[in-house]
């Protein structure tokens, strides 16, 4: 078959490809599997409650499910929903307008519009790249561009904690002569950070919206996690936006994956060029998810659900999770990172004696899916045998799926690091 460059580029066998299919055939299996793998948020009650009562509303109330379900939106999306966050950012943060924001098919296509219109070949003839300053970052970035080589890393510092804790810092240095060397487009950072739990502190986010607007760039932070919803996050930590920042929310790690919603709040100029990909690309976003967040907004629910029971459910399982991993892995040589927010646990394992990726094939052998640090690497140029050496553990699941999980996987981490 003759393949066109667009094929080559993303119909390729990427990680994200792999990940998703780990989850969607966990779901469907009839074997035990231990899914300790994909980004599939929990199932909480009382969210669903929640947002079991905010569709019962839009069914009562004369024109909203119609109009939901049978009715495009403009590309920028749902102006009602848009109008109603805006009001909440304002309220509780900084001034924004609606016209800062627009929807997405989730964030994943939010990022797809952005990078792309970011970086790579401009008409003056510079190739532009986004610079991702702190690596392991998102998995999910790594093969959205549309042409080759579209990202710029840099490895970060090591601050050893009490314990068996670690975490990643920004090594600004190596952030400034990237920025010296090779013209970018834009500096993204997920903060909560997938798949460490990173939280950059607020100090290396200023000096990364100093950068940006000093080379007259955005900063793009994926805050997929992070405040106002879901809220999963476990620091404090300021939510910064101004007019050279994109900020990217999405609905699904609250408990909406299905509904498929993105947010982007940036100056108006990124916004329209985001809404005309939006439409070429799909004519609109859907419009279930921002009718159910405006009920959620509406009614007070969102913020009341986000702190008080979507936060402390995660932390609890973190803490779960941190303590079983830890009794389980004990005598063996291992680092965590420390876990701020999202809900994931990073672990490093220094000597380990095969790549990452073997291990994450022996564990699927056995039933566990995890995900090999490999792939959260996108952009690094140099050698880093820390690549091969981390795995990404979600603890999102039920208590015993993840401690029997952690129990298989203390087994065949003690036989990969065996002398
Ligand atoms: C950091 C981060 N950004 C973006 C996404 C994409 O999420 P969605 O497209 O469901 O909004 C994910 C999903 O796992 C994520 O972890």
Same mark, same amino acid.
């Given at each position: 078959?003759?393949?066109?460059?667009f094929?080559?580029?993303l119909a390729?066998?990427?990680?994200?490809?792999?990940?998703?299919?780990?989850?969607?055939?966990?779901?469907?299996?009839?074997d035990?599997?231990?899914?300790?793998?994909?980004g599939n948020?929990?199932?909480?009650?009382?969210?669903?409650?929640?947002l079991k009562?905010a569709?019962r509303?839009?069914?009562?109330?004369?024109g909203r499910?119609?109009?939901?379900?049978g009715d495009y939106?403009?590309?920028?999306?749902?102006?009602v929903?848009?109008?109603?966050?805006?009001?909440?950012?304002?309220?509780?943060?900084?001034?924004?307008?609606?016209?800062n924001i627009?929807l997405?098919?989730g964030?994943q296509?939010a990022?797809?519009?952005l990078?792309?219109?970011?970086?790579?070949?401009?008409?003056?003839?510079?190739q532009?790249k986004?610079l991702l300053?702190l690596?392991?970052e998102?998995?999910g970035?790594?093969?959205?561009?549309l042409e080759?080589?579209?990202?710029?890393s840099a490895i970060?510092?090591?601050e050893h904690?009490?314990?068996?804790?670690f975490k990643?810092?920004?090594?600004?240095?190596?952030?400034?002569s990237?920025?010296?060397?090779q013209?970018m487009?834009?500096?993204?950072?997920?903060r909560p950070?997938?798949p460490?739990?990173?939280?950059l502190?607020n100090?290396?986010?200023?000096?990364l919206?100093?950068?940006?607007?000093?080379?007259?760039?955005p900063?793009i932070?994926d805050?997929?996690?992070?405040?106002?919803f879901p809220g999963?996050i476990y620091?404090?930590?300021?939510?910064?936006?101004?007019? =050279? %920042?994109i900020? #990217? @929310?999405?609905? !699904?790690k609250?408990?909406?994956?299905?509904?498929?919603t993105g947010?982007?709040?940036?100056?108006?100029?990124?916004?329209e060029?985001?809404?005309?990909i939006?439409a070429?690309v799909?004519?609109?976003p859907g419009g279930?998810?921002?009718?159910?967040a405006?009920?959620?907004?509406?009614?007070?629910q969102?913020?009341?659900?986000?702190?008080?029971?979507?936060?402390p459910?995660?932390q609890?399982?973190c803490?779960h999770?941190?303590?079983?991993?830890c009794?389980?892995?004990e005598?063996?040589?291992?680092?965590l990172?420390?876990?701020?927010?999202?809900?994931?646990?990073?672990?490093w394992?220094p000597?380990l004696?095969i790549?990452?990726?073997?291990l994450y094939?022996?564990?699927?052998a056995?039933?566990?899916?995890?995900?090999?640090g490999?792939?959260f690497f996108?952009?690094l140029k140099e050698?880093?045998? =820390? %690549?091969t050496? #981390? @795995?990404?553990? !979600?603890y999102a699941?039920?208590?015993?799926?993840?401690?029997?999980?952690?129990?298989i996987l203390?087994?065949?981490?003690?036989?990969?690091?065996?002398?």
């Amino acid at each position: 078959m003759c393949v066109s460059n667009f094929t080559k580029q993303l119909a390729v066998d990427s990680g994200i490809c792999r990940l998703m299919h780990d989850l969607g055939s966990a779901l469907t299996s009839t074997d035990t599997i231990y899914m300790l793998g994909g980004g599939n948020p929990a199932h909480i009650p009382e969210v669903e409650q929640a947002l079991k009562q905010a569709m019962r509303c839009i069914l009562e109330s004369p024109g909203r499910f119609a109009h939901m379900i049978g009715d495009y939106d403009p590309p920028h999306g749902n102006r009602v929903f848009a109008r109603t966050l805006a009001d909440l950012l304002s309220e509780h943060y900084w001034p924004v307008k609606p016209e800062n924001i627009a929807l997405t098919h989730g964030s994943q296509s939010a990022f797809f519009g952005l990078f792309n219109m970011l970086a790579g070949s401009f008409s003056d003839g510079t190739q532009r790249k986004i610079l991702l300053p702190l690596i392991p970052e998102y998995i999910g970035y790594s093969d959205l561009g549309l042409e080759p080589d579209l990202f710029v890393s840099a490895i970060p510092t090591i601050e050893h904690l009490d314990g068996h804790l670690f975490k990643y810092h920004v090594d600004f240095d190596r952030i400034e002569s990237a920025l010296k060397q090779q013209t970018m487009g834009a500096i993204c950072v997920s903060r909560p950070t997938n798949p460490t739990g990173n939280v950059l502190t607020n100090h290396e986010i200023q000096t990364l919206s100093t950068l940006a607007s000093h080379y007259q760039i955005p900063l793009i932070i994926d805050n997929a996690y992070g405040l106002p919803f879901p809220g999963i996050i476990y620091e404090d930590a300021e939510l910064v936006w101004n007019e =050279h %920042t994109i900020l #990217c @929310l999405s609905l !699904s790690k609250l408990g909406l994956p299905g509904t498929r919603t993105g947010i982007v709040i940036a100056h108006e100029d990124h916004i329209e060029a985001l809404s005309r990909i939006n439409a070429i690309v799909s004519l609109a976003p859907g419009g279930v998810g921002a009718a159910l967040a405006t009920e959620l907004i509406q009614t007070g629910q969102m913020m009341t659900l986000s702190q008080t029971v979507v936060r402390p459910y995660y932390q609890r399982k973190c803490e779960h999770a941190v303590h079983t991993l830890c009794q389980a892995l004990e005598g063996q040589p291992f680092y965590l990172h420390k876990p701020q927010g999202a809900f994931f646990l990073w672990l490093w394992l220094p000597e380990l004696r095969i790549p990452a990726q073997q291990l994450y094939e022996r564990l699927k052998a056995r039933g566990v899916i995890v995900v090999p640090g490999e792939y959260f690497f996108p952009g690094l140029k140099e050698p880093w045998s =820390h %690549t091969t050496q #981390c @795995l990404r553990i !979600s603890y999102a699941q039920e208590d015993a799926i993840v401690e029997q999980g952690m129990a298989i996987l203390a087994q065949e981490i003690t036989k990969a690091q065996a002398v």
